[in-house]
């Protein structure tokens, strides 16, 4: 029954379709892994075993009767803890949250129940989904499958650290910055952050709204494309949901072919020997090896500059604090989770239990970027940050139109480092931001991107991440290269990469 934990979606869909094996078996295997490994991993907030069985009972019960399921139907997931879900505690790993139940589903839970999915439960993350490590959780951090006295990327570093430890087949994650993509090469699995308004936003936990977008995180670029159609297509709750076909990825991801594409390398994306600084030897070398391979496949391998991608940095750390600093003014200690009253205050006013409150609930980073953006967006100061950082954000984005009209998708390694040891950054917020300093600029643009996993950095046997990003509504391209690059890996591999990670201690 174990074995079940290994197979992927597809593999699972296939065997519930011919009755090998049922829905309440293959959660009832996740949830037992779950019991068994994450007193060591800490993937998880909060399992709700009741739940998914229930789903899975339900799905068996409609199968048995011969009704048509959709294609994922009986195979568990697990979701990010930013996205709500009726019922169940949903928390953004912040203690300003704690015990709060939400009334509703986000439009990606409810799509993931009208599929039929059993959701194993919340995964843990940055909290409010800032920060590259899952160590600014409210708590506590996530560890990585691989080695767990690192980090497994963040912010949703608790969805990638339970697929990678299968203990959820696949989850969903949300993307700002990085926070699928980078967390999928620190833990050797796929995330894709889709176009931005592909996935509808309506029911996330809001970090930055004009960057905010959910996606797949999974063990393989199909399953990733399946997990994709379920979750994406027009929602009229979200006013930025794009009012149009969702991306053939599906099929992109079948195809599997990258003969007579043109694929640019991003020069400013450590992508070349000499722009590398950052970046760590032996991830740019397994970059370049995947790069050889496409080529191998009939792909022309070409390089490209966009010159405004080094100050993209510098803008999403003006843009992401402003949105954040607005959104996050509604936790007021009047309508979510914690209340704080003050101490020594016999008759406390609103407001200072609110700042009782947001001093109490609220984690350094998240002060620090509220303090932030407020300051950029202040009076006088609005047009000299967040306006200049406007700016730089629509020249990012021609850079990339100039980029697509020589080349159909553009790659670089994901991260600049393997998965670091916990503690190592955590206290310099500078080193941490720039982790995703290969991730932002696709984000700055609203376009897609997907995170494959290209190999084991030598030096120390850990996962490094290739990324391959492309025009906004052109998904079902990553999903084309990517399924390419990941056959011609796993058979170099003799096998998936997560194949090689060592095997967990069993506390249960
Ligand atoms: N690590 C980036 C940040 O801290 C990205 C976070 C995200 O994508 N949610 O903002």
Redesign the pocket.
Known sequence: MSDLIHLTAAELAQKLATDEITSVEVTEAHLARIADVDGEIHAFLHVDADGALATARDIDARHAAGEDLPALAGVPIAVKDVITTRGVPTTAGSRILEGWIPPYDATVTRRLKAAGLPILGKTNMDEF????STEHSGFGPTHNPWDTGRIPG??GGGSAAAVAAFEAPIAVG??????IRQPGALTGTVGVKPTYGGVSRYGLIA?ASSLDQAGPVTRSVLDAALLHEVIAGHDPCDSTSIDGPVPPVVEAARRADVDGLKIGVVRELGGSAESSGGFQPDVVARFEESLRLLEGAGAEVVEVSCPSFVHALAAYYLI?PSEASSNLAKFDAMRYGLRVLPDRVSDPTAEQVMAATREAGFGSEVKRRIILGTYALSSGYWDAYYGSAQKVRTLIRRDFDAAYEKVDVLVSPTAPTTAFPIGAKVDDPLAM?L??IATIPASLAGMPGLSLPSGLADEDGLPAGIQVLAPAMADDRLYRVAAALESMLVEQWGGPLLAQAPELEVTR
Not at 174 to 179: E, K, L, Q, R, V
């Open positions: 989904a800032m920060g590259s963040g912010s949300t993307d700002t910055g990085g926070s970090l992401l931001y982790n995703d």
